[in-house]
């Protein structure tokens, strides 16, 4: 899998996406004069039909906003458990856990067409809308005439078959002909006329009818059907939400993520932590084994206190003081490994950046969790369902389980405003090795000075769990210097050497700013996307 040289250089707009087509639609809406967050809401749609392993429209999604001269702008998409989702409801299906596959695990309300309504709301202040109709032209175009299979979706159709082929709806749009013993290869054609026709009711009737109109009914009919506890009352009470990001400030400037339900506080913290270690970002031992350390620290704060912000006791923007990210830092040995018993979150999910010619920049993150999500897909709409909800306990504690609770979400899009006038978005799917990839990147680029399409994609690392396995060890990319292995190897890490270009490291990608209008993007050859200049 041969990495991209360098960053990709323009002046008239962005767009970064890990399917190609995606960034070729939102490049698209840029040239037509769109602004940054239309041109992100037609990536959104259009990846949501060319890589539906990782995403689609029954899932939720985080955006980070930032216009000159404004503090950025958060929006929560996520929805809410449904009211009958509560841990007696599963015990009376004989659950002792949520299920992470099937009907029962569609226990919350999806919330990403919500946030792209409330993004293009936003975005209105600045000046001429282009129609729906624009927005969503491609993605209806490739859910009616079909599109190629990639690679990834190939290889998880095949490894989570077991998984997947008993949920209503899935092998019926995903394998249709599972009944010949053929599963999807790579380059064939996909075709989803279900989701189209859900499409263009969602053009002419707008993104509410999603919640509030006849798309809304429809979904709500088929969940019940299955067996899902999702009910129209739960879709007609949700609404995305504009909230204040969290930000840490570092020597080079100040980044900023999604607060709680989201992970985001850990991907900040890691960053403050690495810092106050005083480490040259120079690829070595110090800086491989500094970010890993700085994971655990802000991992155990994670796993202790994120859930529902409403639910939750810790205050996360008191965790991201200077004082208390100097003494996670000071917990951390400089030459040997803390113990790491921690069971990992997976999560797959696509991050997507973009830039307009106005200066404006948008981070944003899109998911149905687990690839595939609960592999429901909706008999009527065609629509497959997350399994978010699975991320609940059914034990006391900041995630568990009741109806009308936020669930723990990995999902946390990264933005930067640096001292030197760069804005930087920045992301990557992977669930639990999305902040990890997030510092590799940083660190790499910013504060090491490597090219971007470099930095991401060097050979990195992951500490926990990757596809199929729940293993806790240090998961390295073979491209790795042989002698960092094995000092990482002697310093008490559990050292496992994986693949040159491995899909569970993330789909990372980045969009840069300059003061002087610049504009690079680059994305990962891990992935099957790229980053477009308009």
């Known amino acids: 899998m041969p990495a991209a040289n360098t960053a990709q250089r323009g002046r008239k707009g962005m767009l970064c996406a890990p399917h190609q087509l995606a960034a070729e639609t939102g490049a698209a809406v840029l040239r037509e004069g769109g602004n940054a967050v239309e041109a992100m809401v037609a990536a959104a749609a259009t990846i949501a039909v060319v890589y539906p392993h990782m995403n689609g429209i029954g899932g939720d999604g985080f955006w980070l906003i930032a216009e000159p001269g404004k503090p950025p702008v958060a929006i929560r998409a996520c929805g809410p458990a449904a009211a009958l989702a509560t841990p007696e409801f599963y015990a009376a299906q004989g659950d002792t856990q949520i299920p992470t596959r099937g009907p029962r695990a569609a226990l919350t309300v999806a919330g990403a067409l919500a946030g792209w309504d409330l993004a293009l709301q936003h975005a209105a202040q600045w000046g001429s809308a282009l129609p729906r109709a624009m927005l969503l032209h491609d993605a209806v175009l490739y859910a009616r005439a079909g599109v190629a299979v990639t690679r990834s979706q190939a290889a998880l159709t095949a490894a989570k078959w077991h998984e997947l082929q008993a949920v209503p709806g899935f092998a019926e749009c ?3 002909r599972h009944a010949e013993g053929h599963l999807p290869q790579l380059g064939e054609l996909q075709v989803q006329p279900r989701l189209a026709a859900s499409l263009e009711q969602l053009q002419r009737a707008g993104f509410d009818d999603f919640y509030r109109g006849d798309l809304a009914r429809s979904m709500a009919a088929d969940l019940a059907a299955v067996g899902s506890p999702l009910r129209l009352a739960d879709f007609e009470a949700f609404c995305a939400q504009a909230l204040s990001p969290l930000s840490v400030d570092l020597a080079v400037g100040r980044v900023f993520n999604h607060p709680p339900p989201t992970q985001g506080v850990s991907a900040l ?7 106050q270690l005083g480490v040259v970002s120079d690829e070595g031992f110090d800086h491989v084994h500094g970010l890993v ?4 620290r802000a991992f155990r704060w994670r796993n202790a206190h994120v859930g529902d912000p409403a639910c939750m006791r810790a205050d996360p923007a008191a965790f ?3 004082g208390s990210l100097a003494h996670e830092a000071a917990q951390i040995d400089l030459l040997r490994a803390a113990p790491w018993p921690e069971i990992a979150q997976p999560g797959d999910t696509i991050w997507m950046g973009a830039a307009d010619a106005q200066g404006r920049v ?3 993150i899109q998911s149905v969790y687990w690839e595939f999500g609960s592999g429901l897909v909706l008999a009527e709409s065609g629509v497959q369902w997350q399994n978010r909800g699975a991320s609940f306990s059914l034990q006391a504690g900041p995630n568990q389980l ?3 609770r936020l669930p723990f979400h990995t999902l946390n899009p990264a933005l930067a405003q640096l001292k030197d006038g760069r804005v930087i978005a920045y992301g990557t799917m992977g669930g639990e090795g999305q902040p990890q990839t997030q510092a590799a990147v940083f660190t790499r680029h910013v504060l090491g000075g490597q090219d971007l399409q470099a930095a991401i994609s060097a050979p990195r690392w992951l500490l926990g769990r990757t596809w199929g396995e729940d293993s806790t ?3 390295l990319e073979s491209r790795f210097d042989p002698a960092l292995v094995e000092q990482l190897r002697a310093a008490g890490h559990a050292v496992q050497v994986l693949g040159e270009f491995e899909d569970s490291m993330g789909h990372a990608g980045a969009v840069s700013l300059a003061a002087d209008g610049s504009m690079l993007g680059a994305h990962d050859p891990r ?4 980053a477009v200049a308009a």
Request: negative net charge.
């Open 174 to 176: 995903f394998a249709p």
């Open 269 to 275: 913290a890691i960053l403050g932590i690495f810092e």
């Open 293 to 296: 350390e700085a994971t655990k």
């Open 320 to 322: 991201l003081a200077p």
């Open 362 to 364: 948008v981070s944003y």
């Open 402 to 404: 009741a109806g009308g």
């Open 473 to 475: 060890t240090l998961k």
């Open 527 to 530: 992935a099957d996307g790229g």
